[in-house]
């Protein structure tokens, strides 16, 4: 009987220090929750004054917002200039379409992305491309018409021929894709048109043939189709093929120098007295 009033008691008593512990644990949370509730409340308030914290003096088109828009939205072509025009001439719109808090303030940091002087307005240049890359189909181009030379121009005193890039570029490709320019109807004069979203990486002009003494300028009275076969569907920098830039070890039935200079159309006889056309010096080094 003793032994059962003992149990009793330590049972009440342990209740009695769970429900203590209970409450208090109770408290802290409550206490804990109102101070974070506060302490956010506080930086909110703060924010609010400094700004939402994000970083307005960099303009990024990966940014999820910015990558939604379409680019006639900021980029309108009222012209052909080659150089294109940066957006908010007109009362900085569109921008301020979702940026109206921030161009109210002229100290705001978003005033740096297109100004050097916020006081005096001056612009800064139309940036290079960095962040877009470039495509370009080939064979879409030569279906509707185009040839090598339409877009490719001599080059290094006629050894190479040129590809374009940079804003020059927009000279050739907008005598086709001028402003509202249309085709099969969907508009061709937007920027994504030939660009999209990526790091860019030029297509180089120089290249292994011309390492080895090759000259577009001395092989006129061949067409550009009988040393380059354009390929659909293939990446940018394979679509069109190349012959090898080699001779003697040239692989078996590929197309390379020796499908002209075979001895019959180029070379001539056996007697070595043509090697100069190509080589020079005792080590018979490839001329250019």
């Not at 769970?18 to 109102?34: E, K, P």
């Not at 101070?35 to 609010?48: F, K, N, V």
């Not at 400094?50 to 960099?58: T, V």
């Not at 577009?216 to 659909?232: I, S």
């Amino acid at each position: 009987m003793l032994a059962r009033m003992t149990m009793r008691r330590m049972t009440r008593l342990q209740l009695a220090v769970i429900g203590a512990v209970i409450v208090v644990t109770a408290g802290y949370v409550l206490q804990s929750r109102a101070t974070t509730a506060a302490a956010t409340t506080e930086a909110d308030q703060q924010q609010s004054q400094a700004g939402d914290g994000l970083d307005y003096s960099k303009f990024l088109h990966s940014n999820t917002n910015h990558a939604r828009l379409p680019c006639l939205l900021c980029h309108r072509r009222e012209s052909d200039s080659p150089r294109p025009e940066l957006p908010g001439k007109a009362g900085h719109t569109p921008c301020t379409g979702c940026h109206a808090q921030q161009f109210a303030n002229s100290n705001s940091p978003i005033c740096t992305v297109c100004h050097t002087d916020v006081k005096s307005g001056a612009l800064k240049p139309f940036p290079r491309l960095k962040s877009f890359s470039m495509k370009f189909d080939h064979s879409l181009h030569t279906r509707q018409g185009a040839n090598c030379a339409t877009c490719h121009r001599p080059a290094r005193g006629g050894v190479a021929l040129s590809i374009p890039a940079g804003f020059n570029a927009h000279v050739t490709c907008y005598r086709c894709h001028t402003s509202r320019a249309q085709a099969e109807g969907r508009d061709i004069s937007s920027c994504q048109t030939c660009h999209q979203l990526g790091g860019y990486r030029r297509t180089p002009e120089f290249a292994q043939s011309f390492r080895v003494g090759f000259n577009h300028a001395k092989h006129q009275k061949l067409t550009c189709n009988e040393c380059h076969q354009v390929r659909a569907g293939m990446p940018q920098q394979r679509q069109v093929t190349s012959p090898q830039p080699l001779n003697h070890h040239a692989a078996p039935n590929a197309r390379s120098c020796m499908t002209c200079h075979n001895g019959k159309r180029a070379f001539g006889g056996d007697d070595f007295s043509v090697c100069t056309r190509c080589h020079s010096g005792t080590t018979w080094r490839f001329s250019k």
